[in-house]
Structures are given as structure tokens and as C-alpha cells.
């Protein structure tokens, strides 16, 4: 999607993180790629604690630290703020777009002319109304971008005056092409369900484990968790507790590419039961463009991507709901009842990088009108 080379460029200034294949980070690579193909000028400043040469390099306007403690790397870091500050000033942006709330993008706000438009995403669902950093943003910038749909409902019923607040999704890695699940006959054969995320404290796993341990057929699934974090070794010992050993297997990193999305084609069922603090996980949206259903907890915008669509189970954070949907997923990949390619079209209709593209371009378009007068 080109824009009007008969009008002048807008310059589009983005911050975001890059350190890590998070949900976050992976949006911020992907609306890079977006502005940049679209042909806007598109300057970008990183947040990474990494020594590695960030992406983007040749638009690079500053790298910003993350997380930092003591005297002297937090002085490191308001002088790599500064520099970054500075340097957005004299690329006069028209919009500048902080992917995901930060102290930082904040800070940027202040270098920024006053017709400049700028943008925050936020990817966390029901916040407080006297959440800190949300009060904030909605200080320094002019609009507040929520990731799906629900999260606007939810402020709409909150807030008294939602002017500035509107939805803008985030893009998800574009799928491989050629790479669908096949439908396979069960009825037999071990079930293979996968998990794909950050091991945290957030996820719900230990109540997957005790509602896999609980089924009474559970000696023919196989779980495998493809990630790391925090709580790996608390979740070790859960499986240990529960006697999961041959049944969970804890894989570490995903690969990228083909190889991840031939990897998550080859599972029968992904399981995501999160129980606080998400937004619209990305890993749905891989799962169903190649085919795989899934079963999830209703926290969040997870919803966005359940409703009138039959290949996935939406359930309540609790264990019981969590054991009742695992026995309900189980039951329907056996029974063949899941249609990949009817999940594909699902995605390709409400989710695709077509789909997403245009409601972005319209922001771009207009930014005023987008969160000021229409919803």
C-alpha cells in the first residue's frame, strides 16, 4: 500500500522496543516495515538494553536504555534521552507513534512541535483510570491507541469523555506462505498441543497443568511449552508435583521464519490461559492464519478474535473453566471438527496485514479525525 506520490511524504517518527520476540516488539517491527513500504520518511528511535546493532540502523535517530539502576547508567540514559530528543526536534515530525505506554516516549513528547500528532498504543486492557502511566500519556500525547476493539468498549463504558482514544491493531509477523495444518484422524493417535509465549507468572500455566493432570484420558496428550521467562523453574516444579514429566515438555525459544510457522502448523490445539494483564496476544493471530485452533481465557481483548469463530474455545480464568475447555478442545480435534482453512479465512477477514494496513493508513490519512470524530 503506496501513498499519494503526488503529496509531499509525512515524516512518521516511531519508539518502541526491541529487545526480545515479544508481542510488543514484534508489532514495532512490523508498523516499521508497514511505514516503510508505505513510503512515508519514517525515523525510528529503539528502547534495547542490547549491544547488538538494533534493526532500522539507517533511520536510527537514538537508542534508548530500559531498564537501568543506579546514578550512573539512569544519567547514561536521560543523556541517550536527550540526544534522542534533540534529534526527533529536527526531524520535525508530523506523527510520532510510541508503540506501547513508556516514561521515555513521554519524555520525547517534550522535543515534539505542537503540530506534531502524537500517538501512544497501549496493549493492556482495563487499566485503572488512575493507572499512572495512562494519565500521563494521556497528558503529553494527542491520542491514545488501544490495540483491538473491546479495550475501547471498555473505556468507553469508563470514561466520561473519551475523546483522543480509539482503536489501532497491532501487526502480527505475516504468516509463510503455503503453510496450513492439515486435518488428521485422532481418534487413535496422541494429541499434541503447544504453547507459544513468555513463561510469566501471567499465563495461567499452573492452572493448565493441573486441568491436564485431571483428565481422564490425559495419558494420550503431549504439551510442549516453546518459550522462556521468569518462572520456569516454579513451573518445573509444578509439573514435577503433579507427575507431568512424560506429559509436558519444556522446549525453550521458538524458531522464526518457516521453520516457527511450520513448527505451530504441525500441533493439533494451542492452548493460552492467561489470567491478567493482556491486550490481543499476537500468538493468536499466528495460530489462526495458519489453521490451528485454539482454546484461551476471556482476559482482555482474547475475545476480539473468538467471536463467530467456531474454530476456537473462549473460556473463564478459572480452573474449572480451564479443565471443561481443555475436555471440550480435546473432544473436537478428535472428532475432526475444526476447519483450517475456515480458520485461515476467518484471520484473512478480520486480521490480515491488508486489513490492518488500512485502518493505519486511515490514522495517517487524518489523525484528528481518527480520534477526535470517528470510533
Not at 525515523?43 to 550512573?72: C, M, Q, R, W, Y
Not at 480435546?330 to 475456515?342: E, G, H, K, L
Amino acid at each position: 500500500m503506496n501513498i499519494n506520490n503526488s503529496t509531499p511524504k509525512k515524516r512518521i517518527l516511531l519508539m518502541g522496543h526491541v529487545d526480545g520476540l515479544g508481542g510488543a516488539q514484534t508489532a514495532y517491527r512490523e508498523l516499521f516495515d508497514f511505514v516503510n513500504k508505505a513510503g512515508y520518511d519514517v525515523k525510528i528511535i529503539n528502547i534495547t538494553d542490547d549491544n547488538k546493532p538494533p534493526f532500522g540502523t539507517d533511520v536510527l535517530v537514538g537508542s534508548v536504555e530500559h531498564k537501568v539502576t543506579g546514578a550512573l547508567p539512569k544519567a547514561k540514559k536521560y543523556n541517550s534521552l536527550l540526544k534522542a530528543g534533540i534529534r526527533a526536534k529536527f526531524f520535525r515530525p508530523d506523527i510520532f507513534v510510541s508503540v506501547g505506554l513508556s516514561n521515555s516516549s513521554n519524555f520525547i513528547t517534550r522535543f515534539l512541535a505542537n503540530d506534531c500528532f502524537k500517538i501512544a498504543q497501549d496493549f493492556i486492557a482495563n487499566r485503572l483510570v488512575d493507572d499512572e502511566i495512562w494519565c500521563v500519556s494521556r497528558n503529553n500525547f494527542n491520542g491514545i491507541a488501544l490495540q483491538a476493539p473491546s479495550m475501547l468498549n471498555y473505556w468507553q463504558s469508563t470514561l466520561s469523555n473519551i475523546s483522543g482514544v480509539n482503536w489501532l491493531p497491532c501487526f502480527p509477523e505475516p504468516p509463510v506462505k503455503g503453510v496450513l495444518r492439515v486435518k488428521k484422524q485422532l481418534q487413535q493417535k496422541q494429541i499434541k498441543l503447544a504453547y507459544f509465549g513468555r513463561l510469566a507468572g501471567n499465563k495461567g500455566l499452573p492452572l493448565l497443568f493441573k486441568a491436564l493432570s485431571s483428565l481422564p484420558d490425559s495419558n494420550s496428550l503431549v504439551l510442549d511449552l516453546w518459550g522462556k521467562g521468569e518462572e520456569e523453574a516454579n513451573l518445573r516444579k509444578v509439573v514435577n508435583e503433579l507427575d507431568l514429566e512424560a506429559k509436558v515438555n519444556f522446549l525453550g525459544g521458538y524458531p522464526a521464519k518457516k521453520a516457527g510457522a511450520e513448527l505451530m502448523a504441525s500441533y493439533d490445539g494451542l492452548v493460552l490461559t492467561s489470567t491478567e494483564m493482556e491486550g490481543l496476544p499476537l500468538i493468536l493471530l499466528e495460530s489462526m492464519a495458519y489453521g490451528l485452533p485454539f482454546m484461551a481465557t476471556n482476559i482482555g481483548a482474547i475475545r476480539d478474535c473468538c467471536i463467530d469463530n467456531p474454530d476456537t474455545i473462549l473460556v473463564q480464568p478459572t480452573q474449572d473453566d480451564i479443565t471443561i475447555g481443555l475436555s471440550v478442545l480435546i473432544a473436537r480435534i478428535r472428532s475432526n471438527d475444526f476447519d483450517p482453512s475456515r480458520l485461515r479465512l476467518f484471520y484473512e477477514q478480520k486480521f490480515s496485514h491488508e486489513v490492518m494496513a488500512s485502518r493505519w493508513k486511515e490514522c495517517f490519512d487524518d489523525p484528528k479525525q481518527f480520534f477526535y470524530e470517528s470510533r
